[in-house]
């Protein structure tokens, strides 16, 4: 059983008992939080409900595992015969979630 679900104006793919990570949200380790943004769910006997935008009667509580930083990102700047090097890195920051299905 799985949910695509809005989160943060972004789409993601939950499923029932996997850790997934979304982009950090305001929310304490060991929390629950309510998503009410679920586009699309599909069941364990290939039945799948769609909504338009959005589903009404479906909401799923999740689990806040905790935050977690990601990999590294490294953004190098160069202009030829400039002698400009410029290199910027940054850690994104995301928060992994659980849902109990």
């Known amino acids: ?5 809005e989160l943060n104006n972004k789409q993601y793919k939950i499923e029932a008992g996997e850790p997934v990570l979304v982009d950090k ?3 304490k380790q060991d929390s629950e939080i309510s998503i ?6 599909r069941g364990d006997k290939d039945e799948v409900k769609i909504g338009i935008p959005y589903l009404k009667d479906v ?7 905790g935050n977690v930083s990601g990999k590294k990102v490294r953004v ?4 030829k015969r400039k002698d400009y090097r410029r290199t910027i890195g ?3 920051q995301y928060t992994q979630i659980i849902v109990q299905g």
């Open 36 to 41: 009410d943004k679920v586009l699309l769910m």
């Open 59 to 65: 909401k799923l509580k999740a689990k806040v595992l």
């Open 25 to 27: 949200l305001d929310a």
């Open 1 to 5: 059983m799985y949910w695509l679900v």
């Open 76 to 79: 190098f700047k160069y202009k």
């Open 90 to 92: 940054s850690r994104p």
